[in-house]
């Protein structure tokens, strides 16, 4: 069964400091890897997308990795800040929009 | 542009009523869909359309009925509201030029059924 896990559930960081959040996939055949930014009350925003042949991509102080090998990307997010407090999500597609498989996200609370 | 709008915002139904959700798009967007988002579990793909004329079902569809008329509406119809169907629900749409173009979500209708 195609599963897209996500560690850790939630995360509680100080404002400047880095953390970086995980996602395991089971989906094949894999065709790309999207992290989606969701504020609370609101729908996901695309924040980066990745295919088999990237290892790295950033959007500002975003950056995720992949490593299709051992079907893991993180996302790391340097000096934070109070507007990065949100869910974050790793969406893993087939191929189509249709196709894709969602992960449940981590919470992420950034504090004075 | 405004993207995805959808209405409204929030909604209590008793249980056997029935209600539409409503999405627009300004973005002429062909592929539109309907997702619920449940606590802990992911967004679920509830029915998606590729085109005016043209829906399909998604992993989750039971229950909902959806059509596609013009490409710029997808509008969630809930003939029978049932108390598992309290969730919030989010549609989307994106571009079909483009390998991997992004899914642009509407903030969401939070539905609770009685």
């Known amino acids: 069964k195609n599963q897209v896990e996500q560690s850790p559930q939630s995360l509680i960081i100080l404002e400047g400091k880095n953390c970086t959040l995980q996602?395991?996939?089971?989906?094949?055949?894999?065709?790309?890897l999207r992290w989606y930014k969701q504020d609370t009350g609101r729908g996901p925003v695309s924040l980066t997308i990745m295919t088999f042949s990237e290892n790295t991509k950033s959007n500002g102080r975003y950056t995720a990795t992949l490593d299709a090998d051992t079907k893991q990307s993180s996302l790391h997010i340097t000096a934070s800040q109070l507007s990065d407090s949100a869910s974050y999500i790793c969406v893993v597609s087939l191929g189509t929009a249709s196709k894709l498989t969602f992960g449940t996200g981590t919470r992420l609370q950034v504090t004075l | 542009n405004a993207g995805v709008t959808q209405t409204p915002k929030f909604q209590v139904l008793k249980t056997g009523q029935s209600m539409t959700l409503q999405c627009a798009q300004d973005m002429n967007h062909e592929y539109m869909s309907w997702y619920r988002q449940d606590p802990g579990m992911g967004l679920r793909l509830i029915h998606y359309s590729v085109g005016a004329g043209i829906t399909d079902q998604g992993e989750v569809p039971n229950g909902y009925n959806v059509s596609r008329s013009t490409t710029e509406d997808f509008p969630l119809r809930l003939l029978s509201a049932a108390p598992s169907q309290t969730s919030v629900y989010f549609c989307?749409?994106?571009?079909?030029?483009?390998?991997?173009?992004?899914?642009?979500f509407g903030n969401g209708t939070r539905l609770t059924v009685t």
């Open positions: 996602c395991n996939y089971t989906v094949s055949p894999f065709s790309n």
């Open positions: 989307a749409s994106r571009s079909t030029t483009g390998v991997g173009s992004p899914l642009h």
